[in-house]
């Protein structure tokens, strides 16, 4: 088992080096740089403001430095939307608004999903199947902008009268309702339509008739043998999941005005704020690993016959 | 005790009809099977597949699944209405009175629980009071009893841990750790190689002299019924064409479809240069079954009447009776030679 997790330890140390010499070169492709706005600014600024943030070097240069700094825990400093703040202390501070929404979109989306899942799989074929199934399909294909924007205008106001949260997120339980209900809503969808897949699979395996001979209940049978057999594509798909909702929604966060980590994303490549755009991402990078890694540990947990030391 | 118990009748399966409703249309899959089982008998359920052996056995502990249902007859057990009861009435039901073991014990039993778990979660579920150390107990009892060794480092195992003819026994354990009145086994030995076969059956048979109970015992295996069963009964096409004690059924078998099964079985007793005689033709189609005997397309006896209407039993011995044409002629026969000689004893 060590040994696994040394050789994990060092599998994430190259993925995330690639993952940051991929972003570092393909930032520095796209077309413009940190230092226009409406007001262009002189050559001679922009050579001046290059030289001081370092911008003038060869790429190659540029990346082993940054690199260099990176392996000591320096993230660099942000070059134009928070200027100068180091890019960590802007990601730890964006970040627990985010998580703090996304955790619970994750908790419900897991509650209401699976649970759904297992009852459309038990109900397979009856109304109550087909009416999941089109809820979840609506909400796989709906953009999450949509869902927002449709819990905006019913419940924020837009019918007279019904005027349930508000509109803009302050930071109040209210508020967070409906962030949560559109961050959870897709992964809620596609949890369901997966765990129905997964039930369906395992209600038809042999053991289920077993546990019926022996006269269990029906929620024995299907919540303790056949969930737990179906529940490996569920975590499969929920780790990466989770660190993508918990770094923020970004197009939740920008309809409801979180100030959360998700905006940064965006803006942080709109305004070219390099080390900003390299910090968030190999945060993310590094985000997806871990979970990727817990769910292998969850494997294990849940079906003792996987092997993770083994065929490494 | 033994003995007196021997004769009380433990099921009654009665004129049983069980159906699919398929979109092609309504399979018969059981087609009015009856036989009666008492305590510490086997009756071993021999035929081909898909003649509903299994469907017979799923009908009694209630497992059918959609599309199939019970369409007619009754089936009893101590007295009881089985197929009256609710749905929350046969979930007490089964694994209380009614335990079945499955053919393939490799898929049988949970891979994600051990084997303790599965074995004192059955025992739990009809036992409320139990306590978990309790429940623990009985269950290493019972590995004890199938032969399991070192039970307390089995109860803490996987599935995937053990082999194939350890889970069957495992299955057994789990299947009679409530003590069921009748034991359902459904190609319990398919399986598993032949000496642990041997093995699994001489579990089965020394549990039953122990536990008094009945056991319904389905296989396509003549030989396996030569060795545990008391009474077979010889299905095809969902009916139930011969049925008698383990002697008739071998040394006098009255159906042709019957004595077919026995010449393509191999004996060891067989002369080195005789040849398996297999049953030529293919089984029924159960979509559209034969308007006789179902058999008759492939039987070498065909007449007339079997592709007309089915035969009705002939009693051949106490308990032996069979559904032949060729057995009602020479009944007729005997009985016209019977009257023939009183006749010319009057004279």
New interface residues.
């Given amino acids: 088992m060590t040994k696994y997790m040394v050789r994990r330890v060092i599998m994430a140390i190259v993925t995330l080096a690639v993952v940051a010499c991929t972003t570092f070169f393909l930032m520095n492709a796209i077309p413009g740089n940190p230092w226009l706005s409406e007001k262009t600014p002189t050559q001679a600024t922009i050579d001046a403001l290059n030289a001081k943030y370092g911008l003038d070097q060869p790429l190659i240069v540029q990346l082993g430095k940054y690199l260099g700094n990176l392996i000591q825990g320096d993230f660099g400093t942000s070059i134009k939307m928070q200027k100068n703040r180091p890019v960590l202390q802007i990601i730890l501070e964006m970040f627990p608004v985010s998580a703090k929404v996304g955790i619970l979109a994750i908790v419900w989306a897991v509650l209401a999903g699976v649970p759904l899942g297992c009852l459309a799989a038990y109900k397979r074929g009856t109304w109550i199947d087909s009416f999941l199934r089109i809820v979840c399909t609506i909400g796989i294909s709906m953009p999450g902008f949509v869902v927002a924007t449709l819990l905006l205008h019913t419940l924020c106001g837009g019918i007279a009268g019904v005027k349930l949260f508000p509109a803009l997120f302050d930071g109040t339980p209210a508020s967070y309702v409906l962030p949560c209900i559109a961050l959870g809503f897709y992964p809620m969808c596609y949890l369901s339509r997966q765990t129905r897949t997964a039930m369906l699979d395992s209600i038809n395996?042999?053991?289920i008739?077993?546990?019926?001979?022996?006269?269990?209940?029906?929620g024995?049978i299907i919540f303790?043998?056949a969930l737990?057999?179906a529940l490996i594509p569920v975590i499969t798909y929920l780790g990466p999941q989770v660190a993508f909702t918990l770094c923020g929604g970004l197009v939740v966060e920008t309809v409801f005005s979180i100030p959360g980590l998700g905006r940064y994303f965006i803006q942080s490549i709109q305004n070219r704020d390099y080390p900003l755009i390299m910090g968030t991402t190999i945060f993310l990078a590094a985000f997806i690993i871990v979970m990727n890694l817990l769910v292998d540990v969850c494997y294990k947990i849940?079906?003792?016959?996987i092997n993770l030391t083994r065929g490494n | 005790m033994e003995q007196e118990r021997k004769t009380e009748k433990l099921l009654e399966v009665k004129d049983l009809q069980v159906s699919f409703f398929t979109p092609a249309g309504e399979v018969k899959a059981v087609n009015g099977i009856s036989y009666d089982l008492n305590y510490n008998e086997v009756m071993g359920i021999v035929g081909e597949s898909g003649s509903g052996k299994s469907v017979e056995a799923y009908s009694i502990?209630g497992?059918l699944q959609s599309p199939g249902k019970v369409v007619g007859g009754s089936i009893t057990l101590e007295g009881e209405d089985v197929l009256a009861k609710t749905a929350s009435e046969m979930?007490?039901?089964?694994?209380?009175q009614v335990?079945?073991i499955?053919q393939?014990p490799m898929?049988?039993?949970?891979?994600?629980?051990t084997i303790g778990n599965q074995l004192t979660?059955?025992l739990r579920?009809?036992n409320k009071e139990i306590s978990k150390e309790e429940a623990a107990k009985r269950a290493m009892e019972m590995l004890e009893q199938v032969g399991i060794n070192n039970v307390e480092k089995r109860m803490g195992q996987?599935p995937?841990e053990l082999s194939g003819g350890m889970r069957q026994r495992v299955?057994i354990a789990?299947?009679l750790i409530?003590h069921p009145k009748l034991l359902i086994a459904d190609e319990p030995t398919t399986a598993l190689d032949v000496t642990i076969q041997a093995q699994i059956l001489e579990l089965m048979k020394e549990l039953q002299k122990k536990n008094h109970m009945g056991i319904v015992f389905i296989t396509h295996n003549l030989g396996v019924v030569a060795e545990i069963c008391d009474k077979v009964s010889v299905m095809y096409a969902g009916k139930m064409v011969e049925q008698g004690s383990v002697d008739d059924i071998f040394y006098n078998p009255g159906h042709p479809y019957t004595k077919g099964l026995l010449r393509s079985m191999p004996r060891v007793d067989a002369e080195s240069y005789e040849r398996l005689i297999p049953i030529e033709g293919t089984p029924v189609d159960m979509l559209n079954p034969p308007e006789g005997c179902p058999f008759a397309p492939r039987c070498e006896h065909t007449m007339k009447v079997c592709l007309q209407k089915m035969p009705p039993y002939v009693n051949m011995g106490r308990e032996h009776r069979a559904a032949c044409w060729l057995r009602i002629q020479e009944e007729m026969k005997n009985r016209q030679e019977e009257s023939e000689t009183e006749g010319s004893e009057n004279e």
């Fill in positions: 395996q042999e053991y008739k077993t546990a019926r001979a022996k006269g269990l209940k029906n024995v303790k043998h737990r057999n849940v079906d003792p016959r | 502990i497992l979930v007490n039901f089964r694994g209380s335990a079945m499955f393939n898929t049988c039993l949970n891979p994600v629980y979660e059955a579920a009809h996987y995937h299955m789990m299947g409530c």
